[in-house]
Nanobody, 116 residues
Framework: QVQLVESGGGLVQPGGSLRLSCAAS????????MGWYRQAPGKERVLVAR???????NYADSVKGRFTISRDNDKNTVYLQMNSLKSEDTAVYYC??????????WGQGTLVTVSS
């Protein structure tokens, strides 16, 4: 299986940017898809962005045009570039890996706080 470790979270002012990284413990070439979810306090965990092994991406409507997901197969890493951050983006962000037919794998999460 694969382990995932997120990094890059922190405190940022509204309108600012952050880049999250998700480092996998092995090659991600054969992983069907990887993605980022987030969970705000008192709310359910929701999909933010997803990228397939072929490079296709999809985004939550709330982040389209502001967030970009990408993958570097050489570094076994997936990134989430977040621009024009808003207070409602505050959440714990989790990296995931879909390795059919196994259960989805989750990272431990990284906290993003958008506040002035």
């Amino acid at each position: 299986q694969v382990q995932l470790v997120e990094s890059g979270g922190g405190l940022v002012q509204p309108g600012g940017s952050l880049r999250l990284s998700c480092a996998a413990s092995r090659s991600i070439v054969s992983i069907n898809a990887m993605g980022w979810y987030r969970q705000a306090p008192g709310k359910e965990r929701v999909l933010v962005a997803r990228i397939t092994s072929g490079g296709s991406t999809n985004y939550a409507d709330s982040v389209k045009g502001r967030f970009t997901i990408s993958r570097d197969n050489d570094k076994n890493t997936v990134y989430l570039q977040m621009n024009s951050l808003k207070s409602e983006d505050t959440a714990v962000y989790y990296c995931t890996a879909e390795v059919t037919p196994y259960p989805r794998v989750w990272g431990q999460g990284t906290l993003v706080t958008v506040s002035s």
